[in-house]
Nanobody, 124 residues
Framework: QVQLVESGGGLVQAGGSLRLSCAASGRTFSSFAMGWFRRAPGKEREFVSAISRSGYNTRYADSVKGRFTISRDNAKNTVYLQMNTLKPEDTAVYYC?????????????????WGQGTQVTVSS
């Protein structure tokens, strides 16, 4: 079992930045690829970014490429999502997820554990 707790969400103006964190506990963090997803109001949950368990491979949705950066610190059992140049359309609940696999991507059923989410609101 893995517990995931997101933090770092909040209210920010368009053009601003936030850094989300996801702290993991339970099983060996470095055994899991990690991902970030988001659900905007009235929309389905969608893929944002993923990182392999080594940290060497990353993936991004086209909508965030060049603005968001995913990283992980296996010594701290934490994955991060640095979000820059935020837009109102980035407003969503952001979820982190863990996949017991060397790498994972946009397919949600690849992920075995999910956090409760953290709200990000970008005002125009």
């Amino acid at each position: 079992q893995v517990q995931l707790v997101e933090s770092g969400g909040g209210l920010v103006q368009a053009g601003g930045s936030l850094r989300l964190s996801c702290a993991a506990s339970g099983r060996t963090f470095s055994s899991f690829a990690m991902g970030w997803f988001r659900r905007a109001p009235g929309k389905e949950r969608e893929f944002v970014s993923a990182i392999s368990r080594s940290g060497y491979n990353t993936r991004y949705a086209d909508s965030v490429k060049g603005r968001f950066t995913i990283s992980r610190d296996n010594a701290k059992n934490t994955v991060y999502l640095q979000m820059n140049t935020l837009k109102p359309e980035d407003t969503a609940v952001y979820y982190c997820a863990a996949a017991y696999s060397p790498a994972a991507g946009w397919v949600q059923y690849e992920y075995d554990y999910w956090g409760q989410g953290t709200q990000v609101t970008v005002s125009s």
